[in-house]
């Protein structure tokens, strides 16, 4: 199993960028997926994740100004992220926690990581 990250890049404050994250390889079913952030010298932090069913959780410091979204068939989640500051600067990763089989244990895979950079 392989999670992709790309969208990444330099924006000026107040800016927008989309990341996404498609997972491949032999996958059964995806439960929850999401996105972290790591800041340099900093530890990794929750961004926001969504389930199958759709529900959704954000972490307070991007409400209102992130939207995370999902593609069941393709399994793919999206980071909308609009209204850009510069305090979100970091490393973003996104996961899935997956079953490869229908007997198989859910386990959470990892993608690489893009970098996000906000100019102020």
């Not at 997972?23 to 972290?36: C, E, L, R, T």
């Not at 952030?37 to 410091?61: F, W």
């Not at 850009?84 to 690489?112: H, M």
Request: net charge positive; aromatic share 8%; hydrophobic share 35%.
């Amino acid at each position: 199993v392989q999670l992709q990250a790309c969208g990444g890049g330099l924006v000026q404050a107040g800016g927008s960028l989309r990341l996404s994250c498609a997972a491949s390889g032999s996958i059964f079913s995806i439960n929850a997926m999401g996105w972290y952030r790591q800041a340099p010298g900093k530890e990794r932090e929750l961004v926001a994740t969504i389930t199958s069913g759709g529900s959704i959780n954000y972490a307070d410091s991007v409400k209102g100004r992130f939207t995370i979204s999902r593609d069941n068939a393709k399994n793919t989640v999206y980071l909308q992220m609009n209204s850009l500051k510069p305090e979100d600067t970091a490393v973003y990763y996104c996961n899935a926690d997956l079953k490869r089989t229908i007997i198989s244990t859910p386990r959470v895979y990892w993608g690489q990581g893009t970098q996000v950079t906000v100019s102020s």
